[in-house]
């Protein structure tokens, strides 16, 4: 068994069970200081990872993320949040944990050391996906069976960890190693590893969504506006990059049944709803390129 840097004992916390509330909670949050820094160590290989998912994107394949316990439950969300931010089909970006649905919310003993079960759950796989594998530690057998699927199949790998002696970090394609050190509470990797973790997540999905055009500039263009909140995005988000007043954004959103894209293109090119959609669809559904085009003009 290779060294598990997550197990260490932090000798800054020694007296965090004998410290006042406040002092715990300063402990802790001196403690999380240092994650930033170390993603921030990890920035090329990220951007590497973003562009590599984004590429496969648009060869139609898929994004999945495996883990165990916390890093498998942080792939589920991550992968959940996906649908509703960026309109993409839920089998887009998925999440698997290590002893199903059930250890999403309760403790599932012994599912990490399951090799041939990684495999297994691995075989949804093609060559066109990317298959994410997280752990602090480096090194479940769960994950070490997904790789070897994905390497027989010829998918691309990315592995997240925080142990650059584990094992992911030698069999994963491409690795992004983020040692955060001992946590506040030896061995708990919910805290700083999978504050890391939940820090790259977000940076992988959303980064390559922005690489595929499911961004204008920074705005949520490809929302879903299921409820008030989002409707009222929309209709700021609809004004704002066609440069109209709100009735008019809210006029037209009403006309195409909420689809912010349609709306912004009918807008600017005076063109009707369903012309817009096939403008779109011309382009990819990338917004910037029909904008491009009319300014060029």
């Not at 060559?127 to 997280?134: H, S």
């Not at 983020?178 to 940076?203: C, D, F, W, Y």
Request: hydrophobic share 40%.
């Amino acid at each position: 068994m290779s060294e598990v840097i997550t197990e260490y004992r932090n000798e800054n916390t020694k007296d965090i069970d004998i410290l006042p509330t406040i002092d715990i909670v300063k402990k802790m949050n001196d403690e999380d200081k240092l994650v930033a820094l170390v993603v921030e160590d990890a920035s090329e290989e990220i951007a590497q990872a973003i562009d590599l998912i984004a590429k496969q994107f648009l060869k139609g394949g898929r994004l999945f993320y495996f883990g165990a316990g916390t890093s498998g439950r942080l792939g589920i969300l991550d992968a959940s949040e996906c649908p509703p931010t960026f309109s993409v089909a839920p089998d887009m970006v998925q999440g698997i944990i290590a002893g199903g649905d059930k250890a999403i919310r309760t403790s599932v003993e012994g599912a990490e050391d399951d090799f041939e079960a990684g495999k297994k759950d691995a075989s949804v796989l093609n060559e066109n996906d990317v298959a994410v594998v997280i752990s602090a530690s480096g090194n479940p057998k769960y994950l070490l069976g997904v790789l070897e699927k994905a390497d027989e199949i010829g998918c691309k790998t990315i592995g997240i960890t925080c142990n650059s002696k584990g094992r992911v970090a030698e069999e994963a394609g491409l690795v992004i190693c983020v040692e955060v050190g001992p946590e506040v509470i030896a061995g708990s990797s919910r805290l700083k590893a999978g504050t890391a973790q939940k820090m790259i997540l977000n940076m992988l999905s959303t980064g390559s969504m922005i690489k595929i055009g499911k961004t204008y500039e920074n705005f949520m263009i490809d929302l879903q506006p299921v409820n008030e909140k989002l409707k009222d995005r929309a209709i700021r988000i609809v004004a704002q990059i066609a440069g109209v007043q709100h009735s008019e954004a809210l006029a037209t959103l009403l006309k195409c049944n909420w689809e912010i894209k349609t709306a912004i293109v009918s807008i600017i090119t005076g063109l009707d709803i369903e012309a817009s959609r096939i403008e779109l669809k011309k382009h990819g559904g990338v917004l910037r390129k029909i904008i491009r085009t009319k300014l060029a003009v």
